[in-house]
């Protein structure tokens, strides 16, 4: 018995030390729904604000565009001058950096504000409310960096705007308005490399020709040089022939007068040998002799007549030229050497560009530079997968969520109300 009374004792105890909390708990709910209205009211206020934000706030819209490379046919034109390469990705890389660039959007906006009427004003200047416009609207889109086939490359462009504005046709116009830049730019480029490339052929031609003109004095010089050294040596060796034939007629008139000398003492009028002076005629007989000797008589046995009609000559000779055969040989150099033809074959060349070795194939390339005419309207840079549209959603505004979060709000707040209520009013009853 007194086991029983010790379980109900406990029992009545625990009982007793729970109930107030389950009191606490149902007068607390007890305690929220006579404040229901004030829930309710409050829970319809903030949703009447958010409905309010979310009907009255400005919608805003988005559109974008896609870009992607060209095939490479498209950039035949531009890469078969020889002197400019770009494949698809770098135009594609090209036309990215230009949509990128802030001077170019700043440039387009300044250009159509009529495009941008709608959005707000910020500082004092253009410059400014479209820094922060531009910070806000426009986004650039790239694929996943760990994807690298050529077919998930592409460019795109995003504008976030405010309802009133033609986001489409700023999009679109802007991507329109960079591709001529570009196309401008490749444009300009080119004129550039054409232009110094014929500034380098032009003077690539004018070094030739330079070095044509100083190789052909230099010949000239060469070629004058050799006619002066020869005829110098060709008049020495005559010089010298005419003083050595001089030297010999002299020696033989001299050689003469000797024999002369000798003759007339010996009495030696006509020609005649020494057998037959050493045998003289007998009677009145003429007798013919020969004689047969290898060696050669003295010039004295010619006899005083045509020792002397030699010696005259040779004193009367004006020139002794004819009797070397080598001075005619010499006459004969030294005339054509007066006028060297080489010389002035090469003095009286016209044409000289004609001798130039490679400046048939510089004018060539120069011909072939300046007929090189790029069509930048033909010149695809881009191919436009897909050109920004006029959306009919807004994407903020938000208004189911944003409904949906003000409901929530509104009823937490309107519970947190009631809690403090009767937090205050429990605390002034005790």
Do not use: C
Request: glycine letters at 4%; proline letters at 4%.
């Amino acid at each position: 018995m007194k086991r029983i009374h010790n379980k109900e004792l406990g029992k009545t105890v625990q009982q007793q030390t729970s109930t107030p909390e389950e009191i606490d708990l149902v007068e607390l709910f007890r305690a929220l729904w006579r404040q229901k209205m004030l829930i309710i009211g409050v829970t319809l206020i903030v949703t009447l604000i958010a409905a309010a934000y979310a009907f009255l706030a400005t919608p805003y819209y988005e559109t974008k565009t896609y870009l992607r490379p060209v095939p490479g046919s498209s950039l035949d034109q531009l890469n078969e001058t020889g002197i400019y390469k770009l494949s698809p990705e770098e135009a594609l890389g090209r036309v990215a950096s230009g949509l990128s660039s802030y001077d170019n959007r700043l440039e387009f906006f300044l250009g159509n504000q009529e495009l941008f009427q709608n959005i707000p004003k910020q500082g004092d200047s253009l410059e400014q409310t479209f820094a922060e416009f531009n910070e806000k609207a426009f986004e650039m889109l790239f694929p996943d960096p760990k994807r690298t086939d050529n077919r998930s490359a592409f460019v795109g462009l995003k504008l976030t705007y405010p309802k009133g504005m033609e986001g489409a046709t700023i999009v679109n116009g802007f991507v329109a308005y960079v591709l001529e830049l570009e196309r401008r730019e490749i444009a300009d480029d080119l004129d550039s490399l054409i232009g110094n490339r014929l500034a380098s052929l032009e003077a690539n031609m004018e070094a030739q020709r330079a070095n044509y003109s100083a190789s052909k004095e230099a010949k000239i010089a060469t070629l004058l040089e050799e006619s002066a050294l020869k005829r110098a040596q060709l008049k020495d060796e005559l010089a010298a022939l005419r003083e050595e034939l001089k030297t010999r007629r002299t020696n033989r008139i001299q050689e003469l007068s000797e024999a002369i000398s000798i003759a007339e003492s010996l009495g030696i009028r006509t020609p005649t040998t020494p057998s037959a002076m050493a045998e003289a005629p007998r009677g009145g007989a003429q007798v013919i002799r020969t004689e047969v000797t290898n060696q050669e008589m003295p010039l004295y046995f010619m006899g005083t007549e045509a020792l002397m009609a030699e010696r005259d000559a040779l004193a009367n000779r004006k020139s002794d030229d004819f009797i070397e055969p080598r001075i005619s040989e010499i006459q004969s150099e030294l005339a054509m050497l007066e006028n060297n033809r080489e010389v002035e074959i090469l003095q009286e060349r016209e044409s000289e560009d004609l001798y130039l070795t490679d400046l048939a194939e510089l004018r060539e390339e120069a011909a072939r530079l300046k007929a090189i005419k790029l069509d930048t309207e033909r010149l695809r840079l881009v191919r436009l997968d897909q050109p920004a549209l006029q959306p009919n959603n807004a994407v903020k505004p938000k208004k189911a969520m944003i409904l949906a979060l003000g409901l929530v709000l509104g009823g937490m707040l309107g519970v947190f109300i009631a809690l403090i209520r009767s937090l205050v009013n429990r605390s002034s009853n005790t």
